[in-house]
């Protein structure tokens, strides 16, 4: 059996359908690809890039969101306890394959920062009303990144491995503890036990 710890985590928990919950959907995905891309533009054509490409990709969102979209994208880029996630040497959309209690774990990680003295990897949220407490978090996003953080500890066990959800709204980097993802992870293997 293989576990994708992404099946379980939507950037927008699901609300009905129709046209709000597809501008959401194409927001988070304009997000990420920024997210992704815009570290290595240089910081002088980081807006210019991001506007171009929202203009041919974005289309379906009105300026006034495009906009917005941008500005979170630009402040998260710029925000200093960030700034791990989006230097030299860290790796967007990093793919983690491993196996947890004999199954096997197939996912990737949206930002991934191999440090000197610990790993950081992060996962983009881009809900519009971000929690901002560790208990209000969805479980299912505690159990996505609990899954990544073992396969990797299997990786790198010389150094600690931390996880952080990214609130792209606020913006906010919530780092959860070890004691939430050791939770989280047995949560996660009783949730998929035959």
């Known amino acids: ?29 304009l997000t990420h690809r920024l997210l992704q891309s815009l570290p290595d533009i240089p910081v002088a054509r980081r807006e210019k890039t991001a506007e171009e490409f929202l203009a041919r990709r974005g289309g379906k969102l009105p ?9 979170e994208v630009l402040l998260v880029l710029g925000h200093k ?39 950081l990897i992060a996962d983009f949220k881009t809900n519009r009303k971000p929690p901002r407490r560790i208990e209000e978090v969805p479980a299912s996003y505690v159990k996505q ?8 500890m299997k990786l790198y066990p010389d150094r600690p491995v931390r996880a952080a959800l990214i609130w792209t709204e606020v913006p906010d980097l919530m780092e959860l503890s070890p ?16």
């Not at 009905?16 to 501008?23: I, N, P, Q």
């Not at 300026?63 to 500005?71: K, P």
């Not at 990144?145 to 990797?152: D, E, H, I, T």
């Open 1 to 29: 059996m293989i576990l994708r710890p992404s099946d379980m985590a939507d950037d927008e928990p699901r609300r009905g359908a129709g046209d709000g919950r597809e501008a959401a959907r194409l927001r988070g995905t």
């Open 63 to 71: 300026a006034d969101q495009r906009a917005a979209l941008l500005r």
């Open 81 to 119: 306890d960030f700034a791990p996630l989006f230097s030299p040497g860290s790796r967007a959309e990093v793919p983690v394959v491993g196996t947890l209690v004999g199954r096997s774990v197939v996912g990737q990680v949206d930002r991934l920062a191999v440090m000197p003295d610990a790993i």
């Open 145 to 152: 990144l609990a899954a990544y953080r073992a396969v990797l």
């Open 179 to 194: 004691a939430v993802l050791e939770r989280g992870l047995a949560d996660h293997v009783a949730a998929r036990a035959p």
